[in-house]
């Protein structure tokens, strides 16, 4: 069968139970219709790029799942039906990675404390002086068309 990775966006009002609830559903619907959810995490709430029907946040999860096509157009169909589920994304993979997905590393990365030296630039700072700056020709003063106000 197919490998798939699907990501979904529930409502930021609903808590976390309810959030990993909406996991189990989903992965419910996938075995009824003849798939198995391979592995699933629940990422936590992040804020968006921008507002989902008036939501700033909302809840992540991912499930990796080896499923027919039907059984996924299936949980799909559900989950855009759905009052909770605000997106869905859906990527056919070749093969499923191992261990936890970039998410949940960044999350043991941040849980940690661990910080690359000298911030997250990495390197040296180097404070910077006008020598640095190239010269500009006498003509060129960076104002418009040459007028002066």
Do not use: C
Not at 33 to 58: D, F, L, Q, S
Not at 71 to 78: D, F, I, S, T
Not at 94 to 99: I, L, R, S, V
Not at 130 to 146: I, Y
Request: glycine share 12%.
């Amino acid at each position: 069968m197919p490998l798939y990775e699907h990501v979904f966006i529930a409502r930021q009002d609903l808590s976390n139970t309810q959030a990993e609830g909406l996991i189990e559903h989903f992965s419910t619907v996938l075995s009824d219709n003849g798939g198995k959810v391979v592995e699933h995490e629940y990422w936590g709430v992040k804020t968006m790029a921008y507002k989902i029907n008036k939501n700033r946040k909302g809840h992540y999860a991912l499930l990796k799942s080896d499923a027919p096509a039907s059984a996924v157009q299936e949980m799909e169909r559900l989950m855009r039906l759905h009052d909770d589920v605000m997106r869905v994304l859906t990527i056919k993979v070749d093969t499923h990675a191992e261990g936890p997905s970039v998410q949940m590393q960044k999350r043991d990365d941040r849980d940690r404390g661990d910080r690359p030296e000298g911030g997250f630039g990495g390197g040296e700072r180097r404070e910077r002086s006008f020598g640095d700056r190239p010269e500009r020709p006498a003509g060129d003063r960076g104002d418009r068309g040459g007028f002066r106000r």
